[in-house]
């Protein structure tokens, strides 16, 4: 059955592939899975429709079938436990794949998104100009902790995972920032995700529907 996920139907990031439902499109790419995309508006978002799949009233949620899902580190794991290619089959080297999906999510996330979200919505207050050197550090903290352990490697245990997936999609909200390029090694990780095949497909898919909705307007 071919899953269906949301997306925003006008996305803020303007294509960048910021948004959540990039890391979902990612992962049903590298597994080959195909998909078809609802694109939804704001206010859709918050209407009871949505809200049946999606308690926040966010995207991406994620169908297929009788399922319903929501959270893009769960549906990553949904689609990486139901095909092969995103988790190892050893358990153990399984287990630490996942607890790099965690980490990625609610270790190295939450500075990330703390540190975007004041740039969007407190870049005028008077407040901001002296709180901005914390955000930052606080990211460079994680990144620095990254670096060390990722070393020379490729990936961050072994083989390309779920783990790199997601940990590659919250590192690329950063771009805009210039930490990226104090950590060389951090920077050639993301490069590597991005020339993925998968990566660069799922990419141009939310580049497509941004440019289309551009054209409407
Ligand atoms: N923890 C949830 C998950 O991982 O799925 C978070 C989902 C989430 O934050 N969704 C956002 C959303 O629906 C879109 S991705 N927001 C609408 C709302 O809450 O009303 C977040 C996002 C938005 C914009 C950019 N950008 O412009 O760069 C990047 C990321």
């Not at 500075?111 to 004041?118: D, N, R, T």
């Not at 050197?133 to 352990?149: A, C, I, W």
């Not at 590659?168 to 771009?175: E, I, M, N």
């Not at 993301?190 to 998968?198: D, K």
Request: hydrophobic share 45%; net charge negative.
């Amino acid at each position: 059955m071919t899953p269906t996920i949301t997306a925003f139907e006008r996305s803020p990031d303007r294509g960048r592939g910021l948004a959540r439902d990039m890391r979902v499109r990612w992962a049903l790419e590298e597994v080959g899975q195909p998909y078809d995309v609802r694109l939804v508006s704001f206010q859709a978002m918050k209407e009871p429709a949505h809200l049946t799949l999606h308690p926040f009233g966010q995207i991406p949620t994620y169908e297929e079938g009788d399922l319903a899902l929501f959270e893009s580190g769960a549906i990553v794991l949904h689609i990486a436990e139901c095909h092969a290619g995103l988790l190892p089959e050893d358990a153990h080297a399984r287990a630490r794949a996942i607890s790099w999906m965690f980490a990625a999510l609610a270790t190295v996330e939450p500075p990330i998104v703390e540190l975007s979200m004041a740039a969007l919505l407190e870049r005028d207050k008077a407040w901001y100009g002296e709180r901005l050197p914390g955000l930052r550090e606080n990211v460079r903290k994680r990144l620095g902790e990254l670096s060390r352990r990722l070393g020379d490697a490729d990936w961050l245990d072994g083989g390309f995972s779920a783990g790199d997936l997601l940990m590659v999609s919250v590192l690329l909200r950063l771009r805009s920032s210039g930490i990226l390029d104090e950590y060389a090694n951090i920077a050639n990780y993301v490069a590597r995700g991005e020339a993925r095949p998968a990566y660069r497909s799922a990419f141009a898919a939310q580049l497509a529907v941004f440019t289309a909705a551009s054209k409407g307007e």
